[in-house]
């Protein structure tokens, strides 16, 4: 048994865990080890939205563009797409990146290609909404958990190696003990979510400037090899409560400190769905989004059912990785979205001077 934190990122503790030193957790978890050159990683969310469906091949012409962008230099080392509908009935097709070198992820960002491309007028012409949520967290900003050992989802990729079975994990709280700050930080929220360009009810473009220790989850199931049994397992018993929770979510969400809630299905650059599906949450805090999975009816039964299930998982594949990070390496950018689009709803807009 060994610590979620990896040694290189332990340090004395100022701020204890939620259990005892002598705690056994019930089933065995694990999370991804990274080389110590590894020091801050990009995730980027780029998405493409349209609220008629007649427009889905072109949006599908605009994701396939995001991914053609990829193969450029210092495209990113890991990414996948997705698909889903929000609570304002838009279709919104994304792709999820990951660069393991933030300085990779900018020169990126500033080729002509990518940045003109992003900053042409046709952006604002062609029927079509665009959106670029990016974070880039630190290695002590981060953690991971999954119940398998092999060929990681998201930001476990670019880390290349598992750890052993883990302590941390099985109570309320295990989340925060294996994010490394947490030993000496409290990872407390920073000042409001402002509009800092443009203004979301007009549409145009719209840039929002986050704030320090947003937290983001994105907590993961993959059916694709899973056998008839565990399809059921997913399918009859284990989606029907985390809609239930997702939607809740997506749609209430902003009375919890939920800035924004995605519920996605991946899909193949031709937008065919695949058996897979993650959600990806953005909070206020990592305070509030432990107090809703601590204490919240929706979160409570997809918790109590994924306790009674894991121990018998096979190729039912189930993960989470949640993140802080500082509000200068935050980036929310917006293109003729709904106003109620990710980081925007709850944005506060400055008044006119």
């Known amino acids: 048994m060994e610590s979620a934190?990896?040694?290189?990122?332990?340090?004395?503790?100022?701020?204890?865990?939620r259990v005892s030193d002598g705690y056994a957790p019930p089933f065995p978890m694990f999370v991804a080890r990274g080389d110590k050159?590894?020091?801050?990683?990009?995730?980027?969310?780029?998405?493409?939205?349209?609220?008629?469906?007649?427009?889905?091949?072109?949006?599908?012409?605009?994701?396939?563009?995001?991914?053609?962008?990829?193969?450029?230099?210092?495209?990113?080392v890991r990414h996948d797409l997705t698909y889903h509908v929000d609570n304002q009935d838009h279709?919104?097709?994304?792709?999820?990146?990951?660069?393991?070198?933030?300085?990779?992820?900018?020169?990126?960002?500033?080729?002509?290609?990518?940045?003109?491309w992003w900053a042409s007028d046709e952006r604002l012409a062609e029927g079509l909404g665009?959106?670029?949520?990016?974070?880039?967290?630190?290695?002590?900003?981060?953690?991971?958990?999954?119940?398998?050992?092999?060929?990681?989802?998201?930001?476990?990729?670019?880390?290349?190696?598992?750890?052993g079975e883990i302590e941390e994990h099985g109570y309320w709280g295990s989340m925060r003990d294996r994010i490394p700050?947490?030993?000496?930080?409290?990872?407390?929220?920073?000042?409001?979510?402002t509009v800092v360009s443009g203004n979301p009810a007009a549409g145009g473009r719209?840039?929002?400037?986050?704030?320090d220790n947003i937290a983001l989850i994105r907590s993961g199931q993959d059916w694709m090899a899973a056998g008839e049994d565990e399809r059921a397992l997913y399918l009859d018993e284990i989606l029907p409560s985390l809609e239930d929770g997702m939607d809740f979510l997506r749609d209430h969400g902003e009375t919890l400190g939920c800035y924004s809630n995605r519920f996605v299905r991946s899909i193949d650059i031709d937008g065919h769905e695949l058996d897979e599906s993650y959600n990806i949450g953005h909070w206020r805090?990592?305070?509030?989004?432990?107090?809703?999975?601590?204490?919240?009816?929706?979160?409570?039964?997809?918790?109590v059912t994924f306790f009674r299930v894991v121990t018998g998982l096979e190729k039912l594949r189930l993960y989470h990785e949640v993140s802080v990070s500082d509000g200068k390496d935050q980036m929310f950018e917006?293109?003729?979205?709904?106003?109620?689009?990710?980081?925007?709803?709850d944005a506060v807009v400055p008044a006119a001077v």
């Not at 934190?5 to 865990?17: F, G, K, N, V």
């Open 130 to 163: 665009y959106f670029r949520e990016t974070v880039a967290p630190r290695v002590e900003q981060f953690e991971t958990l999954y119940a398998f050992t092999e060929d990681f989802p998201g930001v476990g990729s670019l880390m290349g190696e598992c750890s």
């Open 5 to 17: 934190i990896d040694t290189h990122l332990q340090c004395p503790r100022t701020l204890s865990r």
């Open 285 to 303: 805090s990592l305070d509030l989004l432990e107090r809703w999975a601590e204490s919240h009816p929706t979160h409570l039964r997809i918790f």
């Open 37 to 76: 050159a590894l020091q801050q990683v990009v995730m980027a969310y780029l998405g493409v939205q349209y609220a008629d469906e007649g427009r889905r091949p072109q949006a599908l012409a605009a994701l396939r563009h995001m991914v053609d962008s990829f193969g450029l230099a210092d495209g990113p």
């Open 181 to 193: 700050l947490s030993q000496t930080d409290w990872l407390e929220a920073g000042t409001e979510l």
């Open 334 to 345: 917006y293109i003729n979205c709904h106003p109620r689009t990710g980081m925007m709803r």
């Open 206 to 211: 719209v840039v929002v400037r986050g704030h």
């Open 91 to 116: 279709h919104n097709l994304m792709v999820v990146a990951y660069w393991a070198d933030p300085a990779a992820y900018c020169r990126w960002l500033r080729l002509d290609e990518v940045r003109g």
